[in-house]
């Protein structure tokens, strides 16, 4: 099993100009979600999943969209790219969050310039 | 508001030491929390999952033990290598927004050789 798989792992982009951050998993986890990890902040959910054609609101979901049709993939995307969502995006998997363990993708290094 | 707290924000210990970390969550009535570990540059790799109704789970030099009622966690590591070096986050998953996981903000750890 190849487990959370994410890319591009690095990506600058200039402001307005969108994108698409992949995640796929192997492990036909229910559940997945997308996070950002930015300095002194932490790491803060965007937007999650507990299943295909099933998507809600993280903490901080302004900017970005997801959807989910299929199992396997999650992608995030960033409409117009600002210098605030410069960050290091992860995704992650379970199989239901509430009793599960979550497993973390390698991350996309992000810069908006 | 329910959040997680991580004290202290660093530590720099001598090898062979044994240590704690302390996580601390708001709000008693939870899934399950679960230990990260995360190398600088990487993702996070889970340690240690601990579910409600556990007192503490074990995994060769780490322990980690949870205490609901008064919403602590301690991540225990027995005599400390180099190799642990590295940030450490708690994240909770509570009963009235188990799809919402919270991190907390780590704590980096620092062995001395």
């Known amino acids: 099993n190849a487990g959370v798989t994410q890319t591009p792992k690095f990506q600058v982009l200039k402001t307005g100009q969108s994108m698409t951050l992949q995640c796929a998993q192997d492990m036909n986890h229910e559940y997945m979600s997308w996070y950002r990890q930015d300095p002194g902040m932490g790491l803060r959910l965007i937007h999650y999943s507990v299943g295909a054609g099933i998507t809600d609101q993280g903490e901080v979901p302004n900017g970005y969209n997801v959807s989910r049709s299929t199992t396997e993939d999650f992608p995030l995307r960033l409409l117009s790219a600002a210098p605030s969502q410069t960050s290091v995006y992860f995704c992650?998997?379970?199989?239901?969050?509430?009793?599960?363990?979550?497993?973390f993708g390698p991350g996309t290094r992000l810069t908006v310039l | 508001k329910q959040e997680v707290t991580q004290i202290p924000a660093a530590l720099s210990v001598p090898e062979g030491e044994n240590l704690v970390l302390n996580c601390s969550f708001t709000d008693s009535a939870i899934y399950n929390l679960q230990w990260f570990r995360q190398d600088p540059g990487k993702g996070l790799t889970s340690l240690l999952l601990?579910?409600?109704?556990?007192r503490e789970q074990t995994s060769g030099r780490l322990n980690a033990s949870l205490d609901k009622s008064s919403g602590r966690s301690t991540l225990y590591i027995a005599a400390s290598q180099p190799g642990d070096s590295a940030t450490y986050l708690c994240?909770?998953?509570?009963?009235?927004?188990?799809?919402?996981?919270?991190f907390g903000p780590g704590t980096s750890l620092s062995v001395i050789p």
């Open positions: 601990i579910q409600s109704s556990q």
């Open positions: 992650a998997s379970a199989r239901l969050v509430s009793y599960n363990e979550q497993f």
């Open positions: 994240a909770v998953a509570f009963v009235t927004s188990y799809d919402k996981v919270i």
